[in-house]
């Protein structure tokens, strides 16, 4: 298994997952609920957004094809977004792409179950991830990179599973302070890992040979 597009694909969906994030607003929006209840939502969450992200990185091209998007077109545009996301994270913005917004968070606590939403969307397959996926699928030349990014999609809700599963002790052992380290660092990488797409898809998209 080509290695480094695991790791791109890791990296990737780590940030645009939210996976640290993801602790914290699940422990709020559970803090009343009992352990087996929590594990629940986690398991039934997880499997809701891991089949919607493996969805769409399996119909990815499909989806091009219908819209008449090109591969350098939305790994520009893919770009532009996991940027702004990334930006986000750096200075510590929630613009929607990652997270819940206000209202959303405000209606899921008045929700029994939150396994659907917002947990499985929009926090753990938002926008963000989404885009993120059929860019990675898209984008691998071989059917052996195809697979690694979907076993990459696997781990990393295995690991937001996991995540889910401890968020409370997790809150409060990082704190507030830890977990915006933990954020800030991983934005940065992201922003590297989003300009590179943005190179990648201007100069697979035949515009600077043009201008040449």
């Known amino acids: 298994m080509p290695t480094t597009t695991f790791l791109v694909a890791f990296a990737t969906l780590f940030a645009t997952v939210g996976v640290a994030d993801i602790a914290f607003i699940f422990a709020a929006l559970t803090k009343h609920n009992t352990a087996r209840q ?3 939502f986690a398991t039934r969450g997880v499997i809701i957004a891991g089949v919607i992200l493996l969805l769409f990185g399996v119909l990815g091209n499909p989806i091009l094809e219908v819209f008449g998007i090109t591969i350098p077109a939305l790994r520009t545009a893919g770009g532009l977004l ?19 917004t206000d209202e959303e968070e405000v209606e ?45 999609v696997v781990v990393i809700l295995f690991l937001a599973w996991l995540t889910l599963l401890v968020a409370i002790p997790i809150q409060r052992l990082l704190g507030v ?10 934005g ?19 515009l600077l040979s043009g201008a040449a």
Do not use: C, K, N, Y
């Open 108 to 152: 899921a606590r008045q929700r029994d179950d939150i396994a659907v939403f917002p947990l499985a969307m929009p926090l753990l397959a938002g926008p963000g991830a989404i885009s993120a996926v059929i860019l990675l699928t898209t984008g691998t030349q071989t059917d052996l990179e195809f697979w690694a990014v979907l076993v990459a």
């Open 177 to 186: 302070t830890g977990l915006a380290v933990v954020s800030r660092m991983v």
């Open 38 to 40: 929590r594990f629940v």
């Open 188 to 206: 940065i990488l992201l922003a590297a890992l989003a300009v590179q797409f943005v190179f990648d898809g201007v100069r697979t998209s035949g």
């Open 82 to 100: 996991l940027f702004l996301i990334a930006i986000d994270m750096v200075f510590a913005r929630h613009s929607g792409g990652t997270g819940t």
